[in-house]
């Protein structure tokens, strides 16, 4: 814990602290100031989080969610949903939107299938918050359903 401390004391803040408890269970606490760094290691310590810890920037902005279709490498983004009263964007923010999303599907070397990802777009221009591969079992080891029904992997290999 005091690894991830000293690496959050070094982020400029705010920043979101992420660590599995016992159960494998993901706890995720933004710390915005010192006082609040102090209080996620104590709520670390009593609680038993353990390492690893994930250390990163807190986003902000408005959420959307992009819709992908991949076909052999090609990325069409098939929708951009606004999300909590998020205003409709700009032709030119939608542009910088598809251009994050088809970024990490080129980046993770993405070939086929579909994917929801969630982005903020704020001050800083668009940022990925998560992204899913729909039909994606919750098992880390597991194939997708249609990699299990069809025998073939979809996305990246796994």
């Known amino acids: 814990m005091a690894e991830a401390r000293a690496l959050a004391e070094d982020f400029p803040l705010p920043v979101v602290i992420k660590s599995a408890d016992e159960?494998?269970?993901w706890w995720t606490v933004p710390v915005h100031d010192r006082p609040g760094l102090d209080r996620?290691?104590?709520?670390a310590l009593s609680a038993r989080h353990r390492a690893p810890y994930l250390v990163e920037e807190l986003l902000t902005g408005s959420k959307f969610h992009v819709e992908t279709i991949t076909v052999d490498g090609m990325h069409l983004v098939a929708g951009i949903t606004p999300e909590g009263g998020a205003s409709p964007l700009a032709e030119a923010e939608r542009a910088g939107v598809r251009a994050t999303v088809r970024a990490l599907l080129d980046l993770v070397g993405y070939e086929c299938g579909t994917t929801r990802t969630d982005v903020l777009v704020g001050a800083r221009g668009s940022r990925i918050a998560a992204a899913v591969e729909p039909g994606r079992d919750r098992r880390r080891d597991g194939p997708s359903r249609a990699a299990a029904a069809t025998g073939s992997e979809r996305g990246t290999d796994r």
């Open 23 to 25: 159960s494998g269970c």
């Open 40 to 43: 996620w290691a104590e709520q």
